[in-house]
């Protein structure tokens, strides 16, 4: 069992940037998939980015490309989403995710949210 609790978000004038943590209690193997998905309020939550265990290999959502990077610290357990040039669109409640199986399509443990907002 993998619990996930996030850290970091707060209020951000636009322009700013924020680092969002998501330690893991219970081993975080290296080859689990980690993602950090957002929901806004009134909206679906909606996948902001991702990476593939083991391999490295990170992807981001075009909304977010190059602005965002997930990186990961498989010693200390947690996952990382440095958020850059924020924009009010990103205000959400960011959720980070664990997938046993990265080739699985369902994310098998869930955080519970950090609120991000972004004033304009």
């Given amino acids: 069992q993998v619990q996930l609790v996030e850290s970091g978000g707060g209020l951000v004038q ?9 330690a893991a209690s219970g081993h975080m193997y290296s080859n689990y998939a980690m ?3 957002r929901q806004a309020p009134g ?5 902001v980015a991702r990476d593939s265990g083991s391999d490295g290999r990170t992807y981001t959502a075009d909304s977010v490309k190059g602005r965002f990077t997930m990186s990961r610290d498989n010693a200390k357990d947690t996952v990382y989403l440095q958020m850059n040039s924020l924009k ?32 304009s």
């Avoid at 636009?14 to 998501?22: F, N, Q, V």
């Avoid at 909206?43 to 996948?47: G, L, M, V």
């Avoid at 990103?90 to 399509?105: E, F, L, R």
Wanted: with cysteine; aromatic share 16%.
């Fill in 35 to 37: 993602g950090w998905f």
């Fill in 14 to 22: 636009a322009g700013g940037s924020l680092r969002l943590a998501c």
């Fill in 43 to 47: 909206k679906d939550r909606e996948f």
């Fill in 88 to 119: 009010p669109e990103d205000t959400a409640v960011y959720y980070c995710a664990a997938k046993i199986n990265p080739a699985s399509g369902t994310f098998d443990y869930w955080g519970q949210g950090t609120q991000v907002t972004v004033s």
